[in-house]
């Protein structure tokens, strides 16, 4: 049986409290900035992601944000811009953007659960793994176009391509 077919409500379990239960499972560093929202530390393989989570019952919507420090000289943010770009292009959950008065790289994503469905366990930490695979796969390809002076179509080309299939 799922969680939407039972009778329970979103109040009855809170998406923030299925988020820190999986924090706690996985022994990820977080903190509970309140009622409605969760930031947490992720290791990757190429840097640690710091990853939010919010709850918002007004729009019934829980938000993650990804992100990552990036400051790119201004001579390449266009080029970084670019890149962005043809990365959301290969992307179909969540997408990139770049905070520049943070400095920072985020991907972002939003889980609508209207009509008070609940999030599962599975679809929070699938949201989780997708952010920091999306981070993972496309940080090589923004740091070539950043530091590298590559082009934007050239350093997409490294990015790590998905593998459909099974070997």
Known sequence: MTYTDTDLTTSDIHP???VE???ETRAWEFDRVGEDQI?????GQWRTYSLTLA???GD???RLICSFEMEPPESRQPALLDAINRANDLLWSGSFSFWNAQSLMVWRYGLLLTGGQMASSAQISRMIQEAVAACERFYPAFQL???ADRDP???MGIAIAEA???A
Do not use: K, Q
């Open 21 to 23: 239960s999986l924090a």
């Open 153 to 155: 179509a050239e350093a």
């Open 164 to 166: 459909y299939g099974r």
């Open 16 to 18: 923030i409290d299925i």
């Open 55 to 57: 709850w918002s019952g």
């Open 60 to 62: 019934e919507t829980l």
């Open 145 to 147: 176009v950043t530091w």
């Open 39 to 43: 930031a947490m530390a992720v290791e």
